[in-house]
């Protein structure tokens, strides 16, 4: 099948042609035709396999017969990056030189006014990051009421980078009659959630097992200590014949400290990470892209949509936590029926990231031994941690819970006993009396005080409370007199004293029967009215 096949017209079909593309990948020979019909599409299919045409060529036609108005543009296609964006808008200039349709890229990084400018003109395509689009809508520099084809290309992304609810307020401000594009490399059942929302009786298209990755690939893992990974991928870059690769870390700070330790080395490596400006972003990107730089270290901003001609490496400085970024990172190479080559170093714990990503490919990927950076005792992987978690696990499980439980007390009493030895000199450590006899001549029950190993409450510095009888110790310095007249109190008052005390109420409570018998005795004033108060009626001393 040829793309003359797929209902193309001939300024499409002639611009395919000086691009060099005359066979249609699988995804652009069912998308095409689908989307030319005017269905809302779910295309799933692996990176690399040219879903951007699938999407963009058809859609050139179905626009080219009308024609665009100021601030409404008739299309609009969503991307998770900058970098992907800008690659869907190379795509689009390539593929539509010959119709007459504009279009604007709006991403974050640039200046407002120039992208202003080109919506006040009037665009047929609208290329955007979901922030930016936000943001010239709140200014009310773009209406989305004239939306015909919404595009969303790699969903799966978007869900990893927590785009979902801006994706879901923009579904808001399109027209509910319009033609959905739906494109992702991996199809998650929380992905199916959201296509469900914006599709209408989808046309579903998956042309190879969801998360493969492609057959013209060469994958290798290499195991080595995290303080050898540098000097390891030195070793690796002079052995190989590396034409141009990209270096791949988890974190942005890595991603410049790799970059310096490379180029200190004299290899020509550049840094590309989402911290960057723009403007340096996008000119590193386009000099790699020409061949003016051999490496380019980069986080996953460049694990997808960036299509470099002819990258012959991949390395994975870290191994990505998330399995799908495995599948995007080596597919930067190996695109269009080329060969490639993906090196992982693996270091410490990285052994479980690697097993989820076999399980996600279902494949092993090979181990390589790199000579002199064999792993140190205690980082071989994710093997040797589960073999002592099985092995602590059946030790658990033979001792049985009663003689757990037993060492554990055991432990425990041993350590208490330890902390609790008496040391020479420490008064705070003698034994103390559990209860002890009041002084003074005070009758009744002994007095209940601190046990051992907790020290003695200081009596509060108040008043006793009106609601319950005082039960304090008798101060020494208290009146002989007070003494005997309490301990001649009748025996009725001290077994009145002696019954349970009242529940504590609550101050708010306290406060509203307060305020209650206040308005009891002094009935608030409303108004004087005839009444005259006595205090203006009496004489003053000056007048008498």
Do not use: W
């Not at 919404?150 to 978007?158: K, L």
């Not at 550049?270 to 380019?296: C, N, W, Y």
């Not at 073999?387 to 439980?405: A, L, Q, T």
Request: aromatic share 4%.
């Amino acid at each position: 099948m040829e793309f003359a096949d797929l209902g193309l017209s001939e300024p499409v079909l002639k611009a395919v042609a000086e691009a060099g593309y005359t066979t249609p990948t699988p995804i652009q020979a069912q998308a095409i035709p689908i989307v030319l019909m005017g269905r809302d599409v779910l295309g799933t299919a692996q990176t690399g396999t040219g879903k951007t045409a699938g999407f963009t060529l058809p859609l050139i036609d179905i626009l080219a017969g009308g024609r665009a108005r100021a601030r409404m543009p008739r299309a609009l296609i969503l991307e998770p990056t900058r970098e992907l964006a800008d690659q869907v808008a190379h795509s689009f200039d390539r593929y539509g030189k010959n119709s007459p349709l504009s279009m604007a890229l709006l991403i974050g990084g640039v200046n407002y006014t120039e992208q202003e400018k080109l919506l006040d003109r009037g665009v047929d395509v609208l290329i955007a990051t979901p922030g930016r689009l936000i943001d010239h809508f709140e200014r009310g520099k773009v209406m989305l009421t004239g939306v015909q084809i919404f595009v969303i290309d790699e969903a799966d992304r978007m869900l990893d980078m927590g785009f979902m609810p801006d994706i879901e307020r923009i579904g808001k401000m399109l027209p509910p009659l319009r033609q959905t594009l739906f494109f992702s490399a991996t199809m998650a059942p929380d992905m199916r959630k959201l296509a469900d929302k914006f599709l209408s009786n989808p046309k579903e298209i998956e042309v190879a097992r969801q998360a493969t990755t492609a057959e013209s690939i060469s994958q290798f893992q290499i195991h080595v200590p995290h303080r050898l990974k540098r000097e390891a991928l030195r070793t690796l870059l002079r052995n190989e014949e590396v034409k141009n690769a990209i270096i791949f870390c988890n974190r942005k700070r890595d991603v410049d400290i790799l970059a310096k330790s490379l180029a200190r080395h004299g290899f020509d490596a550049q840094p590309l990470h989402g911290d960057m400006d723009q403007s340096v972003r996008t000119a590193t990107l386009e000099k790699f892209k020409k061949g003016e730089i051999g490496l380019l270290v980069a986080s996953d901003v460049a694990a997808r949509g960036l299509d470099v001609q002819g990258l012959t490496h991949v390395f994975n400085f870290d191994v990505p936590t998330h399995p799908e970024d495995y599948v995007h990172r080596i597919g930067r190479t190996g695109r269009a029926g080329m060969d490639g080559r993906a090196f992982t170093l693996v270091g410490g714990e990285d052994g479980k990231y690697i097993s989820a990503i076999t399980r996600l490919i279902q494949r092993d990927i090979p181990v390589m031994e790199l000579h002199g950076f064999a792993p140190e005792e205690g980082e071989a992987g994710e093997e040797r941690s589960e073999r002592d978690r099985d092995d602590r696990k059946g030790e658990r499980k033979g001792r049985g819970r009663g003689g757990r439980s037993r060492d554990r007390e055991g432990d425990r009493s041993r350590s208490r006993d330890r902390t609790r030895e008496p040391r020479a000199g420490d008064a705070s450590m003698q034994p103390q009396p559990a209860f002890v006899e009041p002084s003074g001549e005070q009758s009744g029950e002994p007095r209940a005080v601190a046990a051992e190993g907790h020290e003695e409450r200081k009596p509060r510095q108040r008043g006793p409370r009106r609601d319950k009888p005082r039960q304090d110790k008798p101060r020494e310095d208290r009146p002989r007199a007070d003494q005997q007249a309490r301990s001649e109190q009748p025996r009725a008052e001290q077994s009145q004293a002696e019954q349970p005390r009242e529940p504590r109420r609550d101050r708010s409570d306290r406060d509203r029967n307060r305020r209650d018998q206040r308005e009891d005795r002094e009935p608030p004033v409303i108004g004087m009215g005839d009444h005259v108060p006595d205090f203006l009626l009496r004489p003053s001393r000056r007048a008498s």
